[in-house]
């Protein structure tokens, strides 16, 4: 083992470097943490050694712990994981007192931790313990506390030190919402104590040891009349702060995400006791997250299977695909963003459309973005000129030659999507792959005007595509490996996340979406309370309600999308219910927000105001209403059993990809890990069980699936049979 080294110089200074070999980032492990623990032992039972830095050998700190380590905790039950975090409380804690008189506070050894870039989770909570902190100058580089992003919070004693040190106020954002700084503004909100020059990190950090005094050793917590800043719980002004914590969190997370709640309740109980006992709160609570079957799949879908997907998990075994020079067809809004994060990511963009005007116009879009970026200091003048000289905009097709890849994102209508393939085909080489951005038209379709199918393929982008995560690649029936090999490589470039799909109508995350949609809708036409409807959808997890999503999107979208399908289906259309609705919104101009009118009512400044009171005179409310389970139900079940059905069908090929799309794709209850991790939470069983009866109160398309029927019978998890085919 050897991801901590330890070298003592001339002077008295003890240098521990944390470098892991085998990874291009630290993460800690149990056999890691153990030969910390020997090597602070050893320097603070060394009279020559006057003081100990703490350092990386890479250009980052760390990037939080090992999730195998999370995972063998958890595998031994609450208390091993309770034992395991006792055991780096012990560590970190005899860091923090660093041998020193424990009546005196005096005769302790400086120990200062030298953050060359990103500090993260274990990472900071490791320089917490120290006695100072000093960061390089690193713009690229990340500090803080993301752990509630995945599911957890902080439990090596980050949650516990940083509210003692900042106070519960002005730690919310860092804790509660896994707020990420660069070194200066770390500094300025007090998560550092000094950034200086990178070459000039180690000699200030020894210049630091050798001048401590004994006072600069004790930590406030540790010194006598300690009062937390902002104040206690018990203190008026502390009382206030933690009423509207609790208020902030209720309202932020619908009481949904356990890890939230356990941080406030950590952090709120710890505040009433003496720090080591404070740790052990943070410790229990700490534990009640991680057996939690919400943090297995958070920690799963937000990290492991996400990571995964992003290195290529599903690539097909061919030589690099590496985009450099791209042609995007249609300025639009959707064209617009795929040539800005395209630039953005340093690849060169032609950006092509019927008029100079137009073409002109898309290039602004991304001008816009870079401004804003200059106005919230995150972007430089120089970087937004960088940018904007590698989009060229222009109406010549001529231009596409050299390109490796072209992106085509004109109308939703498959005679123009044909015109557009022949004229690229004309003006680029036999090896350039061409993607078509559609949402709901079949790729195979769509393949047949192309000359050259095994190129042809589908990379469905979400809008604002700048902010949205997911990208959607659907192979065609003829698409070649080459081309889902340059798409995977090109989405990895442009620094999003994708997921490979078969081709198939609304392939998946519309596949799964519109039923959300549709059964919000198909409720208000029944008499069901419209709030109830919306607030049922967020109490679950959802970000949106169906009504207000569908509003977000623009309701004469639904309605295309609705006579498109229709058409597409024939007699075997389900959804007349839901048409009658739409229809009638769009037939009195409530086409959602772009028009100020939809299910909601906007003020003239497009503000959402509430739900329309229209609405109960053209459906009125039934006196009986559904409880609310029923109602969460249907929502849930109009998605996940359409992600199940994809699966049987072929459409999706790995479960991993069904999770990690839904939560970026349309924000499926990011808390359940994903529709399959939804399932596996509640078992196979107890789906079939509520299907069978929303069948009986709402007809066949709550049907289950033979899969989860199979399963049910079998008492498998969608995980567990995944695990098993790997195996095999």
């Excluded at 020193?100 to 320089?127: H, S």
């Amino acid at each position: 083992m050897t991801d901590f080294t330890y070298a003592l110089d001339a002077d008295g200074v003890a240098t521990i470097t944390w470098d892991v070999k085998a990874k291009s980032m630290n993460v800690m492990s149990t056999e890691a943490f153990a030969l910390l623990d020997s090597l602070i032992d050893r320097a603070l039972a060394d009279a020559a050694v006057k003081g100990v830095i703490l350092t990386s050998g890479k250009k980052d700190f760390a990037g939080g712990m090992d999730l195998n380590v999370i995972a063998r905790m958890r595998a031994g039950g609450a208390q091993a994981i309770f034992d395991g975090v006792m055991q780096m409380h012990h560590v970190l804690r005899k860091i923090e007192r660093a041998g020193m008189d424990p009546k005196t506070k005096k005769g302790g050894k400086p120990i200062v931790a030298a953050l060359p870039g990103t500090a993260l989770g274990i990472g900071y909570e490791l320089p917490l313990s120290c006695h100072r902190i000093i960061a390089a100058d690193n713009p690229k580089a990340k500090i803080g506390l993301p752990e509630i992003m995945v599911g957890i919070f902080p439990g090596a004693g980050g949650t516990t030190r940083l509210v003692r040190k900042m106070g519960a106020m002005m730690a919310a954002p860092f804790l509660l919402e896994g707020k990420l700084s660069d070194p200066k503004s770390a500094k300025a909100a007090g998560l550092v104590d000094e950034v200086v020059a990178p070459e000039d990190l180690l000699s200030r950090a020894k210049e630091w040891v050798l001048s401590a005094k004994d006072a600069d050793l004790v930590k406030p917590w540790d010194d006598k009349g300690y009062k937390m800043p902002g104040g206690a719980p018990y203190h008026p002004a502390g009382f206030m702060t933690f009423v509207g914590a609790n208020a902030m969190v209720m309202g932020k997370t619908m009481g949904v995400y356990p890890a939230a709640r356990a941080l406030l309740a950590a952090v709120y109980e710890g505040a009433l006791v003496p720090f080591d006992t404070a740790l052990k709160i943070e410790a229990r609570h700490f534990t009640s997250v991680l057996m939690n079957p919400s943090s297995t799949a958070m920690i799963r879908s937000l990290f492991i299977n996400k990571e995964a997907l992003e290195k290529g998990a599903n690539r097909p075994k061919v030589d690099d695909q590496t985009v450099r020079k791209l042609g995007v067809i249609g300025a639009g809004m959707m064209g617009a963003g795929i040539a800005y994060v395209s630039a953005n990511a340093g690849i060169e963009v032609v950006l092509i459309d019927a008029a100079q005007e137009a073409a002109d116009k898309g290039k602004a879009y991304s001008e816009g973005l870079l401004d804003k970026g200059i106005q919230r200091r995150k972007v430089t003048p120089e970087k937004k000129a960088e940018v904007l000289a590698r989009i060229h905009a222009t109406t010549d097709y001529a231009a596409l030659q050299g390109c490796d890849l072209i992106v085509e994102a004109v109308f939703e209508d498959p005679k123009v999507k044909a015109e557009v393939t022949a004229r690229v085909e004309a003006a680029v080489g036999e090896g350039c792959v061409f993607a078509t951005n559609t949402s709901t038209l079949p790729i195979s379709g769509l393949a047949k005007a192309s000359s050259r199918p095994a190129n042809f393929i589908g990379i469905h982008f979400f809008s604002p595509v700048d902010k949205m995560m997911l990208v959607e690649i659907i192979r065609g029936k003829e698409t070649g490996d080459v081309a889902v090999a340059k798409a995977l490589d090109y989405v990895r470039q442009i620094r999003k996340t994708p997921i490979v799909v078969n081709d198939a109508r609304f392939f998946y995350a519309n596949r799964c979406i519109i039923p959300y949609i549709n059964e919000g809708i198909r409720m208000v036409a029944e008499g069901v309370e419209p709030a109830l409807v919306e607030n049922a959808a967020k109490l679950v997890g959802m970000p949106l309600g169906p009504l207000q999503l569908v509003d977000e999107t623009s309701i004469d979208l639904g309605v295309k999308i609705a006579k498109a399908t229709r058409a597409a289906m024939g007699d075997a259309y389900p959804d007349g219910a839901v048409d009658a609705v739409l229809f009638r919104m769009a037939d009195q101009g409530r086409m959602g927000k772009k028009a100020n009118a939809g299910f909601y009512a906007y003020d003239a400044s497009g503000k959402r105001e509430g739900l329309w009171e229209g609405l109960a005179t053209d459906y009125p409310v039934a006196d009986s209403q559904p409880d609310l389970t029923t109602v969460q139900h249907r929502l849930l079940m109009a998605q996940v059993l359409e992600a199940v059905r994809a699966l049987e069908e072929g459409v999706l090929t790995d479960i991993r990809e069904g999770d990690v799309g839904a939560i970026l794709g349309w924000g499926f209850a990011p808390w359940s890990g994903g529709p399959f991790g939804w399932l596996d939470i509640i078992g196979a069983a107890r789906a079939v069980e509520i299907c069978d009866s929303l069948v009986a109160t709402q007809g066949p398309r709550f049907a289950a699936p033979a899969l989860l029927r199979d399963m049910a019978a079998q008492g498998t998890s969608f995980y567990g049979r995944a695990s098993g085919e790997k195996a095999a």
